[in-house]
């Protein structure tokens, strides 16, 4: 395991942009996986953005075009850009990671071993 730290949520108006952070406690991970979830208010938890070693980026049609993952090595960090944001982006958003790779395991809660404590995203219409 590692420790997962995400921060830049906050409020923001409906079109705008956000950019959320994962640091990577001991460093990003040569081969893993990483998934960004989230879960807004009554819902269950969803992943949306994920990154595999073997396949690269995936996103859910809910957020493709809008939102992009990157990651500074050197700042052991993991980014979520998120653009044209809409009131219905509005939850608490998580990373996860694991040292396993499967794509096919991308968006399954149940994979990842890693958790951020997650950080909120309310986005105004």
């Known amino acids: 395991q590692v420790q997962l730290l995400e921060s830049g949520g906050g409020s923001v108006q409906a079109g705008g942009s956000l950019t959320l952070s994962c640091n990577f406690s001991?460093?990003?991970?040569?081969?893993?996986?990483l998934a960004w979830f989230r879960q807004a208010a009554c819902k269950e938890r969803e992943g949306f953005a994920a990154f595999d070693s073997y396949d690269g980026t995936t996103y859910a049609d809910a957020v493709n075009d809008r939102f992009a993952i990157s990651k500074d090595n050197a700042k052991k960090t993991v980014y979520l850009q998120m653009n044209s944001l809409k009131a219905e982006d509005s939850a608490i958003y998580y990373c996860a990671a694991t040292r396993v790779v499967s794509s096919r395991n991308r968006f399954n809660i149940n994979f990842y071993d890693s958790w951020g404590q997650g950080t909120q995203v309310t986005v105004n219409s």
């Open positions: 001991v460093g990003i991970w040569v081969n893993y996986n």
